[in-house]
């Protein structure tokens, strides 16, 4: 079982919790073409290495947060509240300092 530290709670198990994508994309403005909002809407990253997800506290506080986690081994980097900046410790893989 993964232990998932909800910034506003401190650490519970992944069963109060649910997965709510990558983190920090921005949606589109309204004049966006219709090749650009498929985009949006099912394109992403798909990194193998560190991501920045977005969670929320499902059956705890209800609260949304971002986390930053590896995908090559499921074992969590960060965990960060939202609107703050992806840590600089952990840059995606391939970015240089």
Same mark, same amino acid.
């Not at 109060?16 to 909002?37: K, L, M, N, Q, T």
């Not at 990194?47 to 506290?57: I, Y």
């Given at each position: 079982?993964?232990? %998932?530290?909800?910034?506003?709670?401190?650490? *519970?198990?992944? %069963?109060? !919790?649910?997965? &709510?994508?990558? +983190?920090?994309?921005?949606?589109? &403005?309204?004049?966006?073409?219709?090749?650009?909002? +498929?985009? !949006?809407?099912?394109?992403?990253?798909? @990194? #193998?290495?560190?991501? =920045?997800? *977005?969670?929320?506290? =499902?059956? &705890?506080?209800? *609260? !949304?947060?971002? +986390?930053? $986690?590896? @995908? *090559? @081994?499921?074992? !969590? #980097? +960060?965990?960060?509240?939202?609107?703050?900046? $992806?840590?600089? =410790?952990? #840059?995606?893989?391939?970015? &240089?300092?």
């Amino acid at each position: 079982m993964l232990l %998932i530290e909800c910034p506003y709670c401190g650490p *519970r198990a992944e %069963i109060e !919790f649910s997965y &709510g994508g990558e +983190a920090h994309i921005d949606r589109p &403005g309204p004049e966006v073409s219709e090749e650009e909002w +498929a985009s !949006f809407l099912y394109l992403r990253e798909n @990194t #193998k290495g560190v991501l =920045a997800e *977005r969670w929320r506290h =499902a059956h &705890g506080c209800g *609260r !949304f947060f971002n +986390a930053l $986690r590896d @995908t *090559r @081994t499921d074992e !969590f #980097k +960060a965990f960060y509240e939202m609107g703050e900046k $992806r840590p600089d =410790a952990e #840059k995606k893989e391939g970015e &240089g300092a």
